[in-house]
């Protein structure tokens, strides 16, 4: 097994690195270990509690879930919020969310922020389909806003990586834009060491 090397915030973890194991407090309270001795972990890295944009990839999350477990993956999700906000937010969330507010995680996996994350054209068309929906579900009570105050900023980048029960990175995604992650459908294929679907399905359309 390789031994990990210190990293700098702006280094990236590529596919074949290892990282260490350690425990994380999901805001449930349940301890998470990553990675898990025998499942592959997802660990994906969004923005902040009640981001209208993370709502939208996260309910296709949601709603293939049980496929995701059956695949014999664990999900995690890191946001730059305290916990005690996001609490409100993941009540009803059937995977592990964790609270990183002083972002020691971004740091660790080389996860960034920047303003191309709204301004990338690519992002324009999911922002307002997450925008639109956020906001009828605010609406219609279903839904609280998000806090107007962010102290993590709200130009982070996501990430994605799917990690081996002993530590290795067997795949590693890094967001160009605020909605630039992996759909359910390739992340199901690099779990399975298959071709990555070239037209992954559209989430969060229902």
């Not at 730059?80 to 059937?94: G, Q």
């Amino acid at each position: 097994m390789r031994t990990p090397r210190s990293r700098t915030r702006t280094e990236t973890l590529e596919p074949g690195a290892v990282i260490g194991a350690r425990d994380l407090t999901a805001v449930s309270g349940t301890r998470i270990a990553v990675p898990d001795g025998s499942r592959l972990t997802h660990l994906q890295f969004r923005r902040f509690a009640g981001c209208p944009i993370c709502n939208l990839h996260l309910r296709s999350v949601v709603q293939r879930h049980a496929e995701i477990t059956r695949a014999g993956i664990q999900e995690v999700v890191v946001f730059h919020s305290p916990a005690a906000e996001l609490r409100e937010y993941a009540t009803d969330l059937p995977f592990a969310v964790i609270a990183d507010p002083v972002k020691r995680l971004y740091a660790e996996f080389g996860v960034e922020s920047s303003p191309r994350s709204l301004l990338h054209p690519r992002a324009w068309a999911p922002i307002a389909r997450a925008v639109l929906r956020s906001t009828w579900a605010i609406l219609r009570g279903r839904e609280r806003p998000p806090s107007r105050r962010q102290p993590g900023g709200r130009l982070g980048l996501p990430a994605d990586f799917l990690i081996a029960p002993d530590g290795r990175v067997l795949a590693a995604k890094y967001g160009e834009h605020a909605y630039d992650q992996w759909p359910v459908d390739e992340l199901l294929a690099l779990a399975a060491g298959t071709p990555v679907p070239s037209e992954p399905r559209s989430e969060g359309a229902s």
